[in-house]
Each structure stands twice: as structure tokens, then as C-alpha cells.
């Protein structure tokens, strides 16, 4: 905000307060009024009232480095800061004094300094390092003088060109630019909050304002000429605060309207990379930040976009599309060539044999990069007929070269399909051949599951051995009953099925099935035999004749009264003396009787022979008598449990 003398304005504008315009003087009270610095009157016209239109809450802001700007300012201004100005610019002939501005003559050399006549009893001496231009040295010019000292020790007039300069560039500044103005300077230094600017007069441009996007380190613009916007200008405490983003932000308006109404979907413009992101760049086309995203960079995998790009970087790129309503623009740099998918059926056709190198390992398969911009993925599953792979990276890793085979190609997508084990002879094929059925086999039990397990039968190739065909004569409700997982086991091959990759083991056929010859041979209707009871239901009561084989005593061959519950006759555990009344063998069933056993054990008691059980009728004891059985002469395949059909006695 302009400050004004008090004194100057009450007349025109009346009384505003301590030395400020008030907001609510009108414009023809501006109009009239005038401002004074030094000599010199401007008139405050409505252009300058606009100028002072300024945003008053970022200056604000900036309060906090007021007091090393001043610091600042007074090290680089005569004495402790700039004095008033009209006592600075007034000679007084009769009595000259320290800290006034003065006209000199350049009337020598004396070393490093120029000698200068000032009109005074002796000469005054300048250090040659206060004129930027040393070659403009000329002896004879009229140069304006700061009178720093009157007589030094040595007794000569000290003098100061670059505080003379600064004085009259101030008063030039104040008298010719307003806030809003665009001026030009080199950058000094870094100072508390931002950079101190050189326009002829030392200026503060904060950190907040050196650029759109805050730099990294502001220190890089120490040296370079910038221009910027005059924010404030504070006439009392003698600085000027700029602004270089507000010019850059006016100018972006008027070059994104320009922009929005050009730009088209497929056009090839210039860019300025301004900053680079994991995801992508952006990059001003003069107006608007179009984003490159990594994807559109280049047909070829990149690990990040600073591997093609630099911020700065000027470059050529193609607009994807626009959104003029959200002033969003995509672009792409690889749409600027060819797309290396063009043609690829021609290059790679399925079922040829291709070389490529593993540029990346994910948990479902492997990359192959098979040249700039085309990859295929190799699956999990298409790594190895027989291995048992649970991560790609057991078989491959990153910047392995590997020959593979094209599987399929679709080309909409950019996908290509390849297999690794499609360069190799598939076991599978020869299988059949090295294991026809009934073929004997070792092999480890490698998983158990509820309907199974599975057995290795070589490397790779594992055989499902069924729950049912464990045992013949026991009910297997689960592997684990008979087998543990590492388990060596003796199989026989039962049937080999290439195209779907299976083989079926089992473990029962390894004997000859007992109801095939031993049970019918060895269990004849009409013979007692000794069992234990395993089982009662509300049918009848199974009973165990020998190890994993049972028959069935159903509740109406428990006694000859009717039996309701059969847990009133027998227990599990009892010891029962039992008679075959058949023998099934596509069934599989043997059925039982107890009272037929108890009739024949009271026959043998009335008759004169000794009490012998014997073979033959189902009604009578029968003409051939043979000892009683206890025990089958047949081999069993395994330990298990009791052959279990329910309620199924066809009595």
C-alpha cells in the first residue's frame, strides 16, 4: 500500500489517517492527489489505484522475514539504510555533509581506485569494483557519488558509486513502477524465505512465489536474470516485495485459453518436461500440464520415466485426448512410432519356436521379452510337465534368455501366450507305454485326500490309488486307514489315460480277490463256524468270522422266539457259534443263523454219536460231517475293518 505524506493529501483528499490512503476515498480525490519523493511530483491517477489492488493476505504473510529483509537492505544501502530522501537529494554547497548525493568528475587512477572530483578541497577515492563494467572507466565522465566520508584517516574524500546507484534506481523504481508491474533483475542470494533479486535495487522474492511449483532448492535460480510482478512496494521501510509466480500464472491464463481453444486429439506438439512423477511426467505445452503417463512412454518396459526423461527436457509428443471442461490433457510419446503389434502373427506364428529373455517374475508365471516392446507371458502351468512348481521363479529368473514356444496370440489385447515345457518331450506320451495295465510299480505316497492317495510313480508323474481299491473285503471310509504320507508302496498299474494324465493304481489287486475261490472254498452253507460280534442294529448283528471278513445274523435267525431288539440276545464282544446259511459271492454277503446252530447242537445231543458240527442241508445236520471251522486259509492284503452292507439279509 503506498504510503503518503499526511500533509499532502488533507487538502485534496482530506484527512485519511497516519499517512495511508483510506479505502473509501473516492477516485477523484486520487485523481487530484499527489505523491512527492524527493523533487519530484507524480499524480495518482485511476491506473495506480487499480495498481494497489494487490492480495494483502500474501503479503501478509511475508512479515516474518521483514526484519532480515531489512538487515539486509540496510548492509547494502548507505549507512543504516536509505535516509530521507529529499535531505539525500538536496545539496547544500555551503555546508556538505556525509550521506549526501553528489555529481563527480572521473579525473584518474590510483591502483584499484578511481579518482573523483566532487568540488571539494581534495578528491575522493571509489574502489574500481563498484562500476560492473570496468572497461567503462573513462576519465572525464560525470558520474553520480554517495558522500560516505568527508576527510578519512588518510585524509581523502571516501566515496560510493554503488550507493549513489542504488539511491537514484530506488528513486526511479517509486517513481516509474507500481505494484502489479513487471520488472527484470538478476538474483543476488538466498535469504531467510526467499531470494534477494537485484532490479537496480535490492528486492525480496519469498520462497512461496520464485515459481508454480515450489523448487526443490531455490538456491539454483542464484545467478539467473528472472522477471516477476511488484507485489508491494513499502515506500516507509524502504523495500519491494515480487512476485515471478504471478507472472508465470498470468501468463499461463492467457496461453491455456490460447491452448484450449487450438489443441486437438492427435496433433504432435512441443513440450517442456516441468516435473516427473513413479507414474509419469508432466509436461507444459504453454498453458496446461498435459500428463505423459509411464505406459505412453515408450513399447519397451521402463522401470521409472527417468529413465527416457529429464525435467527441462523440451520434447515431441502426441495429444491422446482432452478435456477441456476439467483442462485435462493426456499425451504419448511411443504413439510417435509405429506400434511393434503391427504385424506380430507374421513374426511370431503359433507353434513356432521363439527366443526371449525373462524381464519379469509374478507368482502366476514369467515375462519374456521377445524384442522392444513385446512380451509374452509364460503361465505357471506352462512351465514343466512333471515338476510340481509353486513359483515361477523355482524354474526361471530375471535376465535369463530362454527359448519358448508360441502358444497364442491376441493381438487386441497385446497378449501373446507361451509355453516353456512345449520345447520338451512330454512324459506323458511315453507313459503308456512304460506302464501298460497290470504293471507293478514302488512308488512314495506324496498326498492323501479323502478319496485317495497320491503315489509317485516316477518324477513328476504321481498315480491316484482309490480308497476302493484298497482292500477287498475291508469298508474304507479313509486313506489314512491303511497308508501315511511317505509311505513306500507296491501298486499295480489298472489303467493309464494320456490326454487327461492320469493313472490309476491299485493296491487290492496285488492279491487274488478272496470271494473269487477262498470264501465260497472255505464258507459252505449248512458249516457252524465261531465269530465275534462287531455290530447290532435294529436289523440284526454282524459278526466277524476272521480278520476284515463279516457276516450278516439277521434278527429273525437270533432265536426262535421274535426278537424285538437284538441288544437283549447279544452283546459286541460276545463269542457266538453261527450257521452259513449262504455264501454270495458277486454280493459279497454271508449270511448267518444262530438258532439253525442251536437246533443242530440239540440234534447232536439225543443222537448216540458224539455232539460233531457238521457241513450240508440248511433243515437238517446234514451226512458229512467235519470238524468246526475257526479259521480261513486265505491271504489278506491288509489290516482293515468289517465288510458293512446294512439291512441287507434276504431272509
Known sequence: MWRLRADRLRADVGDPGPGELRPSATPSGFVRASRRIGTEALPVTRRHIEKLMVDYNLISQLDDTRDELDSVLADLSADSGLLDMESMLKPESDNLKAGTLLKGRIVGRAGDDVVVDVGLKSEGVIPHGEWDDKSAIDIGDVVDVWLDTIESDSGLIVLSKRKADRLLNWQRIVETKNEGDTVRGRVMRKIKGGLLVDIGYPVFLPASQVDI?????????????????????????????????????????????????????GQVRRGLVKNIAEFGAFVDLGGIDGLLHITDMSWDRIGHPSELLRIDDEIEIKVLSVDKDKEKVALGLKQLKESPWEHIEERYPVNTRVKGEVVNIVPYGAFVKLEPGVEGLVHISEMSWTRRINHPSEMLHEGQPVEVM????????????????????????????????NTRIRGRVRNLTNYGAFVEVEEGIDGLLHVSDMSWTK????????LQKGDEVECVVLKVEEDKQRIALGLKQL????????????????????GTVTKITNFGVFVELEQDLEGLLHVSELADHKVEDPHEVVKIGDKLQVKILRVDPQERKIGLSKKRAEWSAEHDTYASEPVRPRRGGLQSPGSEPMDLITGVPFVSPAPSGGEGDDAEADE
Open 213 to 265: 511449483r515450489r523448487p526443490g532448492d531455490i538456491g539454483e535460480f542464484i545467478g539467473r536474470e528472472i522477471e516477476a510482478k511488484i507485489l508491494k512496494i513499502d515506500a516507509e521501510r524502504k523495500n519491494i516485495v515480487i512476485s515471478r509466480r504471478k507472472l508465470i500464472e498470468e501468463e499461463r491464463t492467457t496461453a491455456k485459453e490460447n491452448l484450449l481453444r487450438n489443441i486437438e486429439v
Open 406 to 437: 508360441v502358444l497364442e496370440i491376441n493381438k487386441g489385447k497385446q497378449e501373446i501366450s507361451l509355453g516353456l515345457k512345449q520345447t520338451e518331450v512330454n512324459p506323458w506320451t511315453q507313459v503308456a507305454a512304460k506302464y501298460p495295465p
Open 475 to 482: 469298508k474304507i471310509s479313509h486313506p489314512q486307514e491303511m
Open 511 to 530: 492279491h487274488e480277490d478272496p470271494w473269487l475261490r477262498a470264501v465260497p472254498e472255505n464258507y459252505i452253507p449248512g458249516q457252524i463256524v465261531e
